[in-house]
């Protein structure tokens, strides 16, 4: 189910033009060792029951981390606050289509953005809720 889930966030993000002109296709699982910044990988997911009146369903929170060198703006972190501010554009209101299992709701919960402890990379954490029916 997560999996799904990943699959249809990183399709909305590849062809959102905000996000493509922000990152390129750079939008990973995993992340390649030569990845060139920025660049958006997908982090964990948890899942948690979320059935109500007989129908199964499941909570599942999911991390995106934008990953950025920060450099030539005002604010260092102002290029990973962008993508940030992007990726929740590109997935607000969007229909994802699944295929196995049916997206009920899917909202932005949190971003967090931190200097990394090499002190150049910026990362955003962008934490999303979907409920997910079985």
């Keep these: 189910m997560s999996y799904e889930l990943k ?24 992340p390649p ?13 948890e899942g948690a029951d979320a059935s109500a009146e007989g129908i199964p369903a499941q909570e599942v929170t999911l991390q995106l981390d934008v990953w950025s060198a920060g450099t030539g703006e005002a604010y ?3 290029e990973a606050s962008k993508i940030a501010g992007a990726i929740r554009k590109a997935l607000h ?9 049916g997206l009920v709701l899917l ?13 150049i990379t910026h990362h955003a954490i962008v934490t999303l809720v979907a409920t997910v029916e079985d």
């Design 7 to 30: 699959a249809a966030v990183v399709a909305a993000l590849k062809v959102d033009p905000a996000m493509s002109a922000l990152v390129g296709s750079r939008i990973y699982g995993r």
């Design 33 to 45: 060792a030569d990845a060139m910044m920025p660049y958006v990988s997908i982090g964990p997911t």
């Design 76 to 78: 260092s972190d102002a």
């Design 93 to 101: 209101d969007v229909d994802l289509e699944l295929a196995t299992t």
């Design 107 to 119: 909202q932005h919960r949190i971003t967090r953005i931190v200097r990394d402890p090499d002190g």
